[in-house]
């Protein structure tokens, strides 16, 4: 979602101007074009060169100096910029804006920005709760800024409260919402599942694999940011759940069957990026196994194959989405799965491959469809994949939708 995007993080004169220092180098690394324009506040807390080094690109701290002889610079950067991001933004700032003052570079260039500007305001819980600056903060808002609220906690001036820059994180995955494309999920259930699940032996053991949950939080996040109302059902992991999705947290292969059958009627679409265990211990001892002389034999039996289960209860209108984690014959396998389990896809990765299937950020596909065509995706981010996939999904509900109606 960021890869290729122009992005302008303004920095104003804040101590936590040094978290903006991770902000720059997390949206670069995502592939993000970043054009960091510094107040001559903010240069005394972080040096220009530092973000010229985490970017890869100059950065603008003047409206007269530029790099390059570039005379209108704050024209130029306004006119390419996908969004704008100021983090932190000083009580000062936040003033100039709210009344349009424009007497440097990053004043300037916000009155001749068009695309979506975050502010993201910094500073001690006092002066965040002057009326002034909370008057302007509205006026900000009714102008159309988008506005992340200051978390509460440790302030650098000693003080607890409100005032804290939001990690970086959490002003990326702002970022990236807002530069989602058309939410055209708005109205669509989506249910995904997650993990791997957990089959225990005795209390302190299981049975589980390598799934890491990365590849079914990137399409439960993808989705809420298109508009879908998501159920991410999750065998533990150790991500956070994405904002705005109803968290359904399971352990067992038979607490995912119990959670995912139950909603699958009010469901337009499933996803199932889960590594679920097709087998259970046959009993799961009441206290810790001890050990012994000689070998240990566990007894396994199988557990409901919940996919195969979605696929014999799918009504028409409905989309199901089943993976395959493959090691050999991976065309086989994917398209016996895929007309077993009655699939409207099957996305099939072949987890011996660098850089594709379980804990990777990347994931490299093919795609299944029950006409017999089969996609091949390159090596992508999870989160790009994910998009890919829904883009799919949406073609296949308008082909259902259509069929219905014709
Ligand atoms: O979580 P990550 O670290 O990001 O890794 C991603 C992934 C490798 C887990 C993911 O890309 C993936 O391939 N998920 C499916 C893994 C898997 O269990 O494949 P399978 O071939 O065993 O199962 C086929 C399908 O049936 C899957 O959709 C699975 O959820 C489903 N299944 C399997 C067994 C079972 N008892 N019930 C099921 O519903």
């Not at 001749?112 to 302007?136: D, E, G, Q, S, Y």
């Not at 998501?230 to 038979?254: D, I, M, N, Q, W």
Request: proline residues 7%; glycine residues 8%.
């Amino acid at each position: 979602m960021l890869g290729g995007k122009r992005i302008i993080l303004g920095v104003t004169g804040g101590i936590a101007a040094y978290k903006a220092c991770e902000l720059a180098s997390a949206l670069s690394r995502r592939g993000a074009l970043v054009d960091v324009v510094m107040t001559r506040a903010a240069q005394e807390f972080v040096r220009p060169l530092t973000f010229a080094a985490l970017t890869g690109r100059p950065v603008h701290t003047s409206l007269f100096h530029t790099p390059g002889g570039d005379f209108v610079p704050h024209i130029r950067l306004a006119s390419e910029a996908d969004l704008a991001v100021i983090a932190p933004a000083t009580a000062n700032f936040l003033a100039k804006l709210a009344w349009g003052l424009a007497d440097d570079l990053l004043s300037t260039l916000l009155l001749a920005l068009r695309c979506p500007v975050l502010l993201c305001p910094a500073m001690n819980t006092a002066m965040l709760m002057h009326p002034a600056v909370r008057a302007n903060l509205q006026r900000l808002r009714e102008m159309g800024y988008h506005i992340m609220e200051p978390a509460a906690g440790h302030l650098a001036c000693g003080a607890q409260g409100p005032g804290r820059l939001p990690e970086p994180e959490e002003i990326l995955e702002r970022i990236a919402d807002l530069l989602a494309p058309q939410k055209d999920y708005r109205g669509v259930k989506v249910l995904v599942t997650a993990g791997g699940t957990r089959e225990p032996l005795d209390p302190v053991r299981f049975i589980s694999n390598r799934s890491s949950g990365k590849m079914g939080y990137a399409l439960a996040r993808a989705a809420a940011r298109r508009g879908a109302a998501v159920t991410l059902v999750s065998a533990p992991t150790a991500l956070k759940p994405p904002k705005g999705v109803e968290f359904v947290s399971v352990e067992t292969a038979r607490e995912m069957y119990r959670e995912v059958v139950s909603r699958f009627p009010l469901q337009d679409v499933v996803i199932k990026a889960a590594a679920v265990a097709d087998y259970r211990p046959r009993v799961v001892a009441a206290q810790k196994i001890k050990k012994k002389e000689g070998t240990l034999i566990l007894e396994l039996e199988k557990n409901p194959d919940i996919l195969f289960e979605l696929g014999r209860q799918k009504l028409p209108h409905q989309v199901l989405v089943g993976f395959a984690a493959e090691t050999a014959d991976l065309e086989a396998n994917a398209r016996e799965k895929l007309e077993k389990k009655n699939l409207d896809l099957l996305v099939a990765n072949d987890v011996t491959r660098p850089g594709a299937g379980f804990g990777w950020d990347t994931n490299e596909v093919k795609i299944f469809y029950p006409d017999g065509r089969v996609q091949p995706l390159p090596l992508m981010p999870k989160e790009e994949l994910a998009h890919r996939l829904l883009d799919i999904v949406r073609e296949i509900r308008t082909l259902k939708t259509t069929r219905a109606e014709g």
